[in-house]
């Protein structure tokens, strides 16, 4: 008995595909997406006036296990990915130990393979530790990673960074990097504007941005190598990196879903989830990403889930850890900031947050092709719900979306065939055929 979507909005930008289809799901792959499948053998879920994609990648996110698992774990992190609809996420290396040996990477993939819900794949560091002193094995990570990377942290020695690409090149796999020049920077905490100005806070500048983002621009031009500039914020980035598309440089971009959404404003009375790095920015920043995404200069979109324990933000300003947590709500602000108000149209948001990030990573995801792993989303795109970050999944609570109304949610979550987030309406049905259970995630609509 196979699962069959009945007639929903099938958006699959791998395919590019926008049209009313049946998907059949067996054996936890894809068997079929066409006009009218044959309902007979089949469990069959009505998801009319909802979307079917393939499920959400999310390039970008800390889980902090080992070492910082007070504020997030792999059984934590990823139930808090499932009910957004994320079936694979890429986990950066600022773990402690960092990753920047194979014996830490695999024994982060073997609690992952233990107690995750969805797909986890690996950043290996860049440097030791990442100090941005001297390179890690990088030829000993590559069989185990994706990608390669030292964020949050900038890698500050333009020499040391040229020798990592050019040591990066024979492995194939990209370099993501964190731009920001720690001079320019300083300790700010928020974007050098009026608001800064206004509130008494250290500012940091956008020149901060982008000085590192001409420098990487030029090394990846001079090498040849694969780089990705990672939760772009400025609008002077978002020029540079045009240009150097334009010439032809290997680069692609992400940006966040708050710095789609927010703007320096929300600094405003302190709240813990508008402390992130980098800082918000000014309204001319906000709507630079949004064209640069509607023009195709910025790929993809990253939640850049930062989680903080309790205990982190329930202090100064100035003294707390900067970050949000931003798994649950990826899918919901990336459809306000930008389908609601006529930005880009929903199928590409969708290719944003499915087919280009896993492109970007050669990761085996985004897609509804026949005999492709059955990772999949169905979303409610007209479903507004209020963001409760006492509601969330995730041990972090700092969100800079907190009781803001928000449109559009994942109603249910496959990977591989099987349940691991579902709303209350869709699990009786699921559960005859994927196996939904007591641990699957229940989405709150």
């Not at 040391?160 to 990209?174: E, I, Q, S």
């Not at 990672?230 to 240009?243: D, K, P």
């Not at 990253?302 to 324990?309: E, F, V």
Request: hydrophobic share 45%; charged share 20%; with cysteine.
């Amino acid at each position: 008995m196979g699962l069959l979507l009945a007639g929903g909005r099938v958006i699959d930008p791998a395919a590019g595909m926008d049209a009313v289809r049946d998907v059949l799901v067996e054996g936890g792959r894809i068997a079929a997406v066409a006009p009218a499948i044959p309902r007979e053998g089949h469990t069959v879920a009505d998801v009319s006036d909802l979307v079917v994609a393939p499920g959400l990648v999310d390039l970008n996110v800390h889980l902090g296990d080992p070492g910082f698992t007070h504020r997030e774990d792999v059984a934590s992190g990823t139930r808090a990915a499932a009910r957004g609809g994320i079936t694979s996420l890429v986990c950066a290396a600022d773990t402690s130990p960092a990753a920047d040996h194979p014996v830490v990477v695999e024994g982060i993939a073997a609690r992952a393979a233990r107690d995750g819900r969805v797909r986890v794949h690996h950043i290996g560091a860049l440097t030791k530790g990442l100090r941005g002193e001297e390179l890690a094995p990088l030829g000993a990570l590559a069989p185990v990673v994706c990608a390669f990377s030292d964020d949050p942290r900038p890698v500050p020695d333009a020499s040391l960074l040229r020798k990592a690409l050019t040591y990066a090149r024979p492995f194939n796999r990209p370099v993501i990097l964190r731009c920001e020049d720690a001079s320019l920077a300083g300790r700010g905490f928020a974007h050098e504007g009026a608001m800064a100005a206004v509130l008494g806070l250290r500012g940091i500048p956008s020149l901060a941005e982008e000085v590192a983002v001409a420098r990487d621009l030029l090394l990846a031009e001079a090498t040849g190598v694969r780089v990705h500039l990672t939760h772009i914020s400025t609008a002077g980035a978002v020029r540079l990196i045009r240009e150097a598309k334009r010439r032809g440089v290997p680069v692609t971009c992400d940006v966040t879903p708050h710095h789609l959404m927010l703007t320096e404003e929300a600094v405003e009375g302190f709240r813990p989830g508008t402390r992130v790095q980098p800082p918000l920015r000014s309204a001319q920043d906000r709507d630079a990403l949004r064209e640069g995404l509607a023009d195709g200069t910025i790929d993809a979109i990253a939640s850049d889930h930062r989680p903080l324990a309790p205990e982190e933000v329930a202090v100064e300003y100035e003294a707390m850890p900067p970050g949000a947590s931003g798994l649950e709500t990826l899918l919901a602000a990336a459809l306000t900031a930008l389908v609601e108000p006529g930005i880009v149209g929903l199928p590409r948001v969708i290719a944003c947050l499915t087919h280009v990030p896993a492109s970007i990573l050669d990761l085996p995801a985004g897609s509804l092709s026949p005999d492709a792993p059955a990772d999949l989303v169905v979303i409610d795109p007209a479903c507004e719900w209020v963001v409760d970050p006492d509601q969330f999944l995730s041990r972090g609570c700092n969100t800079p979306f907190a009781g803001m109304r928000v449109r559009g949610r994942a109603v249910a979550a496959l990977v591989a065939g099987q349940v691991v987030a579902c709303a209350p309406g869709f699990a009786n049905t699921l559960s005859q055929v994927t196996g939904a259970s007591s641990t699957t995630v229940e989405v709150r609509t």
